[in-house]
Each structure stands twice: as structure tokens, then as C-alpha cells.
């Protein structure tokens, strides 16, 4: 390696990596699952959400993330999207995967995700009167894709 290229290589600054998280998109009796939950910017809705953790597929990330957020377990059917969006706030890029799937049994003693204030069903008439209090675009277009009727396989997902 010449010196010049050691002198760039050693320049280089860390790889700018986005935040990978996940989505339950659940409808039933025509409302959706959403969480309230506490931001910075006041209390907002979205879907049961989070991030990938390590050693996690995004099938597991989806049915935990809906458990410690709602209390309710999720079977994810469809991948409906992956989504890419910067906050407008804090400048962070976000890789959404938005799953679509049935909810199961119910635990409403369980405790629920620290800032997390409550899991409620609301129609999509209240979501979109309440859109400026979702907690991303993200909330709304997703839920939008679905009645449009969008989703893909599971078995579009690989993991090795």
C-alpha cells in the first residue's frame, strides 16, 4: 500500500449504517393496533415497532417488538413494505419492515415497553384525522399500502 493510500485509508471516517426496525400492520373488526407512546416531541401513535437486535431475524424482531409494545402476539403473514425514511428531527435514517399478520392471545397484565402508555385499536378515519400526531409518516403510509391492498411473500426474506 503506497503512503498516499494509507493516508486516505486512515481518514475514512466510520460507515454510515441506517437503522434497521420492524412494524406490525394488524387490522381487525376494521381497526388497527397502534401504541401510544411517549417522544420527544409529546405523546404519539404508531404500530407496534423496533429495532432488529443481534442474532435476530426480522420474523422474531416483528412478533417480540409486538409483544413487549401491545401485550398481543403476533403470527406476521406478508411482508407489506420496506420502508426508507430520515426523521426530520434528529436527521437519523430508518429501514422500515412492515409486516402484516394476525393477533393472538392477548396478555393485558403484562407490562408494558418502557414509554409505551398504551396499546388501542383505531379506525382508519381516526388515524388519518389524527395524522399529525402519528409518530412518523411512516405510520399512515403503511397502513394506506395495505388497504391498497400491497404485501409480498414471507418467503421473500432470506436468512442465512
Not at 409483544?67 to 403473514?77: G, K, L
Request: with cysteine; aromatic share 8%.
Amino acid at each position: 500500500m503506497t503512503n498516499q493510500a494509507k493516508k486516505t485509508s486512515s481518514n475514512k471516517s466510520p460507515q454510515w449504517k441506517p437503522n434497521a426496525t420492524v412494524a406490525a400492520i394488524i387490522e381487525q373488526n376494521g381497526k388497527f393496533l397502534l401504541v401510544e407512546e411517549e417522544t420527544d416531541r409529546g405523546n404519539r401513535f404508531n404500530q407496534p415497532a423496533g429495532h432488529l437486535e443481534d442474532d435476530e431475524t426480522l420474523l422474531e424482531a416483528v412478533v417480540r417488538e409486538t409483544m413487549e409494545e401491545s401485550a398481543y402476539e403476533f403470527m406476521p403473514e406478508k411482508l407489506l413494505g420496506i420502508y426508507q425514511w430520515k426523521h426530520t428531527h434528529n436527521k437519523t435514517t430508518y429501514l422500515r419492515f412492515a409486516f402484516i399478520g394476525k393477533v393472538g392471545k392477548h396478555y393485558p397484565t403484562q407490562a408494558l415497553d418502557t414509554g409505551i402508555i398504551q396499546a388501542l385499536w383505531m379506525s382508519i378515519d381516526e388515524i388519518r384525522e389524527k395524522a399529525h400526531l402519528m409518530r412518523s409518516d411512516q405510520v399512515l403510509c403503511c397502513i394506506e399500502d395495505y388497504l391498497a391492498g400491497k404485501s409480498y411473500p414471507l418467503e421473500v426474506i432470506t436468512n442465512l
